[in-house]
């Protein structure tokens, strides 16, 4: 680490930074201006540094220190209350014209944002330590590998960034060599006068989380939850990729990155979308229930992909670690990620047994007796609140993770086979249906829904449209979204080789609200049957969503399910997917004049279709 000054204005000679960019610099020293730390470090995302920023986090009270025989190097965080969430509501897409924005996002007009950020980032770092952390998106050498800034006043961003990116001097060469690299301001926005105390988790109930397309900036003020402070993550590898993804002809998604082998050998890569919390890390990490089966992970969150000069698509996962939901896990539930939490994690929000390891809500069975909760205070299965927040998180690194593939720091990507969205649907979608068509697919992926989950704000339960799961984050106009969707259909011709588009429901519920489906490592099964797809070893039954398997084609000896519930789970109520494809209809209508018509087209197809079965 290279600290460079004790206050902006006393910057010397002797404390050059380490970058030879007039940009890069005077962005720092712009800032420094702007915010009046007491000093500025430049994170060299050296082994010593980190542990150093950990120790002074210790000694401030935002890490707690787990038992090092049951969870080495490994710490508890606990959030301010009102920090535990993305804030969606507070989110910005600050493009120059508010269409480029569009109706799902929120739109502020980027001069009156930059004013009222201005505003707010003076003098917001006094007393704190500026940390610039260049990081790297992908890895070295990968066509679609992108490089950042991000200027923090949090060291918890910084070992956090630390584990979720690659810091440090890689990402400055990669700088220094010229690239195009994204401004990302980060501050927690609680400035600290002389001889105040600090609290445990600073923060402003004022919050910010604001992204300029145009500019490849973001600024996110007030929090330092990690899906608004560790902006590499959603900030960067999602809103401001996805727009530099449409100018240069490549997707940014929220997907998962797996690769499967069958028993025979047989090898597919499939990515998957699915709205936050709803068992994507635990697709990722799956283990098959089925003999003989291998699933290797490569990434659990967001996948980058390109068509390659052969027409082939192409992906890597531009993050290097996990940022995973902690209530759920188990080791019946995710094995895998039980495993790769082990040590060197960071937990944030979940609670603390009496030996000082961790726990939250489904890691085991029986509660244990005593608990401290996440809020801090004693806790007892007889409290009647959970102990650990429903959002609570673990970082850690994907090389931790023993399914972890080999490739999956490869800069050449794997070649994708398959796309699976996929939603928490109590009712009307079926297991899983193949789509007829790469149009067909873009028009599943465009409609898809979900149930709300803990993972932003929002009322619990509630049926939310989540177009390719990306509704929060789709950094410009969702319909333009689509249609580059199927221009990279249009790309994908010259080869002819798409991958196949799926729909997956886990989530269906037959009588008295209980789950068809057991899920988890069962749900190779699902991908058992894709496999058999991408191998024509099967055809598929025709339905107004796509093409279902034939209850012979799934395989599903072994499993406890009742033959009635195989049949129902697998089955369309023509009724229910019209009134689905009507619903669906009031967002291609909010998208407007910006919905491409082989969307509309998709729609009306589905509803005639409906209309033949019935
Ligand atoms: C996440 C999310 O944190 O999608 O990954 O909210
Ligand atoms: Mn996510």
Not at 277 to 304: H, S, Y
Not at 325 to 330: E, H
Request: glycine share 8%; proline share 6%.
């Amino acid at each position: 680490m290279t600290i460079i000054a004790d206050s902006p204005n006393t910057a010397s000679a002797a404390n050059v930074p380490p970058t030879t960019r007039a940009d890069l610099f005077e962005w720092v020293h712009g800032v420094a201006n702007l915010t009046k730390p007491a000093r500025i470090e430049w994170v060299d995302g050296s082994l010593a540094e980190k542990h150093r920023l950990i120790d002074e986090m210790v000694e401030a009270g935002t890490l707690i220190t787990l038992n090092s025989e049951l969870r080495p190097n490994s710490y508890l965080a606990r959030s301010h209350q009102d920090d535990v969430a993305r804030v969606e509501s507070r989110t910005f897409i600050c493009s120059e014209s508010e269409k480029d924005a569009g109706p799902t996002n929120n739109w502020a007009d980027p001069d009156e944002m930059r004013s009222t950020l201005s505003g707010l980032f003076t003098e917001s770092m006094r007393g704190r330590t500026m940390y610039v952390i260049p990081f790297l998106m992908g890895p070295v050498g990968s066509p679609v590998t992108r490089v950042g800034v991000e200027i923090t006043d949090s060291p918890y961003v910084v070992v956090s960034m630390g584990v979720m990116t690659r810091i440090g001097r890689t990402a400055l060469d990669v700088i220094e060599e010229g690239a195009p690299w994204v401004r990302a301001l980060h501050s927690v926005g609680a400035p600290l006068d002389r001889g105040e105390q600090d609290v445990e988790w600073p923060c402003n109930p004022t919050k910010y989380i604001c992204h300029f397309p145009e500019t490849r900036e973001i600024w996110s003020f007030g929090s330092a939850y990690g899906g608004n402070a560790l902006l590499g993550k959603k900030a960067f590898a999602l809103r401001i990729a996805s727009a530099m993804a449409r100018d240069e002809g490549w997707l940014a998604e929220h997907m998962m990155l797996v690769r499967i082998t069958s028993p025979e050998g047989q090898v597919a890569h499939i990515a998957a979308a699915f709205p936050s919390a709803c068992g994507k890390t635990n697709f990722a990490m799956m283990r098959p229930t089925l003999p003989g089966w291998q699933v290797e992970t490569l990434g659990d969150d967001i996948v980058w992909m390109w068509v390659d000069e052969n027409g082939l698509l192409r992906a890597i996962n531009p993050e290097a670690g996990f940022f995973g939901v902690a209530p759920g896990t188990s080791d019946s539930t995710n094995p895998v990620a039980m495993q790769t939490l082990w040590g060197n994690t960071v937990f944030t929000n979940v609670a603390l047994t009496d030996d000082g390891d961790v726990w939250w809500e489904g890691m085991t069975k029986e509660k244990p007796a005593h608990l401290v909760d996440w809020t801090g205070q004693d806790w007892t299965p007889d409290s009647g609140v959970p102990a650990a927040h429903p959002n609570s998180r673990f970082t850690v690194a994907i090389d931790q993770c023993p399914t972890a593939a080999a490739e999956w720091a490869d800069p050449r990507g794997v070649v994708v086979d398959a796309i699976v969205f996929g939603g928490r649907r109590s009712h009307t979608m079926p297991l899983v249906t193949e789509a007829r068509s790469w149009a067909h697919g873009v028009y599943l992926g465009a409609t898809m829904a979900s149930e709300r989950t803990a993972a932003a704000e929002g009322t619990l339960g509630e049926l939310r449209r989540d177009p390719f799961a990306m509704a929060p984050f789709t950094g410009y106009n969702v319909g333009d979204h689509w249609d580059h969707w199927l221009s990279i259909g249009e790309r994908l011709r010259v080869s002819g080789r798409f991958p196949r588009i799926f729909h997956v429901n886990w989530f269906r519920r037959g009588e008295g609200g209980r789950f068809l489906w057991p899920g988890f490592g069962d749900n190779v099964r699902v991908v058992k049957w894709m496999m058999d797809r991408l191998a024509g070893t099967v055809s598929g039954i025709d339905s107004p969503v796509g093409l279902l398997p034939k209850l012979g084609d799934l395989e599903l000896h072994g499993l406890d399910l009742a033959a009635d519930d195989a049949a129902e789970i697998l089955s369309v109520d023509s009724a229910e997917i019209e009134r689905d494809a009507r619903d669906a209809q009031s967002l291609l209508t909010l998208v407007g004049e910006t919905t491409p018509d082989v969307l509309w087209r998709e729609n009306s197809d589905t509803i005639d279709r409906c209309r033949e079965d019935s």
